[in-house]
């Protein structure tokens, strides 16, 4: 099996407390991790995408779904995230790893590239967005530290939430800023009303390709570029 050298691995299930099933959400007559999948596609420096989702039964309908329009699909552990995450790199082996969650529908790849060069010209093990609304960016981190992480990281916390071990332990890591703190931002979806936005936003943007990005979505809310 040939190695790539970004994998993005996309965290999804259907167990959500607050909004239950939201990554299969309606969004312009498609599921929401529908759209997350397509604007990965978009990257110039992912080689694969595997969607990481757990094996108990209510997960079937996304799996049978993700399936059907033929993303890479992985079933591991619902509560050991990280453990899930460590056996999907192994399944589809790569140098890097880029860490998305599927219920983030502005995830912007051109953010995705940015943090990439940022991780490569820094040297690091773990490189992450930051400054930038929650919901845009994503986070880079070796394969080689994810098999550490997976082998040291021993909190419920750091099982359930893949990358508090690489981001508090060692030292090589970095943040990619986006140069002003939009962080109050929601453009990710955990609730009702978070859900009610993201169709708002579509709603003025989407016409079947994702063509806007994050300086079209803040200047379309009045935001300063």
Not at 114 to 120: D, L, N, P, S
Not at 132 to 144: H, K, N, Q, R, Y
């Amino acid at each position: 099996m040939p190695v790539l050298p970004y994998l993005a691995i996309v965290q999804a299930r259907m167990g959500s407390s607050r909004l239950p099933g939201k990554v299969m959400a309606d969004l312009c007559s498609k599921p929401i991790v529908w759209h997350v999948i397509e604007r990965l596609r978009l990257s110039e420096r992912v080689g694969g995408i595997v969607v990481a989702i757990p094996t108990g039964a209510r997960d079937d309908v996304l799996s049978a779904y993700l399936h059907e329009i033929g993303a890479e699909v992985f079933r591991g552990s619902e509560t050991d995230v990280l453990s899930r995450f460590c056996q999907a790199s192994r399944a589809h082996p790569s140098h890097a790893i880029v860490r998305v969650t599927a219920d983030n529908p502005l995830f912007d790849p051109k953010v995705l590239d940015e943090t990439v060069k940022y991780f490569e010209k820094g040297g690091y093990r773990y490189a992450r967005t930051e400054g930038f609304p929650l919901g845009v960016g994503a986070e880079v981190f070796t394969a080689s530290l994810l098999e550490e992480a997976n082998g040291r990281a021993i909190t419920p916390y750091e099982r359930e939430h893949v990358t508090p071990y690489m981001y508090t332990s060692q030292e090589s890591r970095g943040a990619y800023n986006c140069g002003k703190n939009r962080s109050r931002i929601r453009f990710t979806v955990d609730t009702e009303e978070d859900l009610l936005f993201m169709r708002k936003i579509y709603g003025h943007f989407f016409r079947g390709v994702h063509n806007f990005f994050l300086d079209d979505i803040l200047a379309y809310l009045g935001e300063e570029i």
